[in-house]
């Protein structure tokens, strides 16, 4: 519904103030398949989605702009190849630089680095946080690993198990923004963040979906949100503005 390939089926999804009732380019996707155009290269493809938002800007100006978003994603040199002599992995960093590529408002990413090294996905992560404090753009990510919520979430929505699935919990990341993956493991946030979304993901989300009580589940209102990275004594900050918001969904 945010990406606007499917409608609602019922209210309305508003973006500055306009109405979502379609794909737009002020909404960049990147799906959990690569979904490329296999009949274009790597560059191809990205310079593709640069064309469609800049339509008046010169082909070497597309092809500057693409490959920067390329070489970002790592693969400078691979620009001419085609989809199929491409790993899946490979495959999916063209998705996110496309994705990048137009430069939009929000990001809309599905498990984006699920098929991606470890020093791959590190790279991407830390060039996401790079662009969205630049930009200010929202980002909305759906992924399945604990440990990159935490790292790249100001918010994190906790859904209950299906079927009937709801966000069930929303989780205010306290952390300094300046959190890195090798220094967030050492401020005792972490794992007080870390420990209440296993608990949540083990235990919790299967009370909800037997129809068990769960105080911190919000009531008919809407989700409650908790700051669990804080000690009972502190005093809450005011909310963020909302630069990264994962969701954060239960393996099944």
Do not use: C
């Not at 952390?175 to 993901?201: A, E, G, K, S, W």
């Not at 919000?218 to 000690?231: C, M």
């Amino acid at each position: 519904m945010l990406a606007g390939l499917e409608q609602p089926s019922s209210g309305y999804v508003f973006m500055d103030g306009r109405e979502v009732s379609g794909p737009g380019l002020e909404r960049g996707v990147v799906f959990q398949g690569h979904a490329l155009m296999p009949w274009l290269s790597v560059l191809g493809n990205v310079s593709f989605a640069v064309r469609s938002r800049w339509p008046d800007w010169t082909r070497a100006r597309v092809d500057a702009h693409a490959l920067r978003f390329i070489e970002l994603v790592g693969l400078a040199g691979a620009e001419h190849k085609k989809p199929a002599e491409l790993s899946g992995g490979m495959k999916q960093r063209v998705g996110i630089a496309r994705a990048f590529a137009i430069e939009p408002k929000m990001l809309l990413l599905d498990e984006p680095f699920g098929a991606l090294d470890a020093l791959t996905r590190g790279v991407i992560q830390d060039e996401l946080l790079k662009i969205v404090l630049a930009t200010q753009q929202t980002v909305f990510m759906i992924t399945h690993d604990v440990d990159e919520a935490i790292l790249l979430a100001d918010r994190i929505l906790l859904m209950s198990n299906g079927p009937n699935a709801r966000i069930a919990e929303v989780v205010r990341n306290t952390m300094p923004r300046d959190r890195t993956r090798l220094t967030m493991h050492h401020d005792p946030q972490f794992y007080r963040i870390r420990n209440h979304l296993v608990d949540f993901l083990v235990h919790r989300s299967k009370l909800i979906q037997q129809g068990g009580v769960d105080e911190a589940s919000g009531s008919g209102a809407g989700p409650r949100e908790v700051a669990p990275g804080l000690d009972a004594g502190d005093e809450q900050p005011e909310p963020a503005p909302l630069a990264a918001v994962p969701k954060l969904h239960a393996v099944r």
